[in-house]
């Protein structure tokens, strides 16, 4: 059960900000999902992920290995998903091609590094971003780097069972769930 | 894990960087490219943050151009100079702590032959001299001891360069450096022999002013442990920072080295190895 008041938001938080799960944040059930460290349905993490896509000045998709590289059918099929459903966002992609640690020699035009994703979002002076395909410890590590030093607001797609550390969290994400999401996407831009 | 880890998922060729297309487009994988192909395809170490005319980054390139296998080769470095060039070595590499390369390659190794049975996956445990001759030479050594199906490469600098230039195990005898104002006390470590005679089927030494010898000699070492039993090779790095050379002269420091006989090619070949040997280079 959840007992914290402790909530994930936007920073900058300061060189070393608390993991979010050791201020009580615990990762949700299946069919749940987490906004700012708060447990709540996942039908409501989508709707609120396209409302800060939507109305994010400068949103950015940052796919990680796991879909990048076109290792298993499964990978390729949620890559043309995320492709898709960031197109339709709106939202621009910056690769996390690898995990090695380039610093200080990343182009942060080009690419971002788990290590240092701090410079990424500020030469492009990102405000939304989401992660997804990216090893689960390496997106802990670069969640908690951007709540540390920048101001942008944190999406992750998660595969497996979530991520404390970003202010919002959808688990079990795979193909389906992300058409899911640009069906929430395109439905709300619909409506607008 | 299969090699289509090396393809770009469809829609994202454009948005991965120039160098990742370039890896997958024009890189050695699968293509069983060589040193005398080096500059004609991306190589898998560029932009290293080493001194200028370190021997230790032109071996280690000529050692990744050697690599039989490169998209099925793990490495394991540690920490010494070779270890601030690993960051820029697009293969999958794992840092250990100094002198543990050969433990955790022995668990490396061990692990992908449950994981991939039915297929070929190398370890290569690589470290300088301080790593490997002094600080984990217990470990390397019980790796022999043990037979581990894995190769040891030493970048050999005979020195800690990466600390200031304190003398190594490796160092010549009477070698002054910046840490070692009086000279070395004692001879050189004589690790071939060492390696040769704690277990492993081959062992050699080299230089980099000999890009042939050296890249059969890594083919050798790194086949012959898949089916044989734990391989070593010392290559000699020349390091103008601490011996104080000019950066242009490494090559030719590496030459003198060679004729004055303080640094000597020697290749160690156990029966069984020889008789491996004969196979596989006939084949080709
Ligand atoms: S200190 Fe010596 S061994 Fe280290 S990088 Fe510089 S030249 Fe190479």
């Known amino acids: 059960m959840q007992e914290t008041n402790y909530r994930v938001i936007n920073g900058p938080e300061g060189y070393l900000p608390p993991a979010a799960a050791s201020m009580g944040v615990v990762l949700p059930d299946r069919g749940q999902a987490l906004i700012e460290g708060r447990i709540v349905a996942e039908k409501e993490a989508m709707e609120k992920i396209a409302e800060k896509l939507l109305s994010a000045k400068n949103p950015y998709f940052f796919p990680g290995p796991l879909i990048l590289w076109a290792w298993n059918d499964k990978a390729v099929e949620k890559a043309k998903a995320i492709k898709e459903l960031a197109d339709t966002a709106g939202a621009k992609i910056i690769p996390m091609s690898d995990y090695r640690p380039k610093y200080p020699m990343i182009n942060p035009a080009e690419e971002i590094n788990p290590n240092h994703p701090n410079l990424t979002i500020w030469h492009n002076k990102i405000d939304v971003c989401v992660f997804v395909g990216v090893h689960c410890h390496y997106a802990n590590l670069a969640l908690k780097i951007i709540r540390g030093g920048t101001d942008c607001y944190t999406i992750a797609l998660c595969a497996n069972y979530g991520h404390e550390d970003a202010m919002i969290s959808l688990r079990d994400v795979h193909a389906e769930e992300v058409r899911n999401l640009t069906a929430v996407i395109k439905k709300m831009k619909g409506g607008k | ?284």
């Not at chain 2, 370039?22 to 500059?39: C, S």
């Not at chain 2, 022995?106 to 301080?130: N, S």
């Not at chain 2, 062992?203 to 890009?211: G, I, L, N």
Request: glycine share 10%.
């Open chain 2, 1 to 284: 894990m299969n090699n289509k880890i090396y393809e770009i998922s469809p829609g994202f060729e454009e948005i991965m960087p120039k160098d990742y297309r370039d890896l997958v487009n024009d890189g050695p994988f699968g293509k069983k490219l060589g040193v005398k192909d080096l500059g004609t395809f991306k190589e898998l170490l560029e932009e290293h943050p080493l001194c200028a005319g370190c021997g230790l980054a032109l071996s280690k390139r000529l050692i990744l151009a050697s690599l039989p296998s490169p998209e099925n080769t793990v490495i394991v470095g540690t920490t010494g100079c070779s270890s601030l060039s690993f960051a820029q070595v697009a293969i999958h590499n794992i840092h250990s702590i100094f002198g543990n390369q050969n433990a955790v390659a022995t668990g490396l190794k061990r692990a992908l032959e449950i994981r991939f049975p039915d297929k070929t996956k190398d370890v290569v445990a690589m470290g300088g001299d301080g790593a490997i001759g002094d600080i984990g030479l217990g470990m390397v050594m019980h790796s022999w001891f043990r037979g581990e199906k894995f190769t040891t490469i030493m970048f050999d600098n005979e020195a800690y360069a990466n600390t200031g230039g304190q003398e190594s195990g490796m160092s010549q005898k009477g070698a002054v450096l910046n840490m070692a104002p009086t000279g070395k006390k004692y001879a050189k470590l004589p690790m071939p022999e060492i390696a040769r005679d704690a277990g492993c089927v081959y062992s050699a030494s080299v230089t980099p002013a000999r890009p042939k010898r050296l890249e059969k000699m890594v083919r050798r070492a790194v086949i012959l442990a898949r089916k044989l039993g734990p391989t070593y090779i010392q290559i000699y790095c020349p390091c103008p920072t601490n011996y104080k050379f000019k950066p242009s002269e490494s090559l030719k420091r590496t030459r003198d080295m060679e004729k004055s006989g303080a640094y000597q090619i020697k290749e160690y070949i156990s029966p069984a190895a020889e008789e491996l040997i004969k196979k596989f280079e006939e084949v080709k």
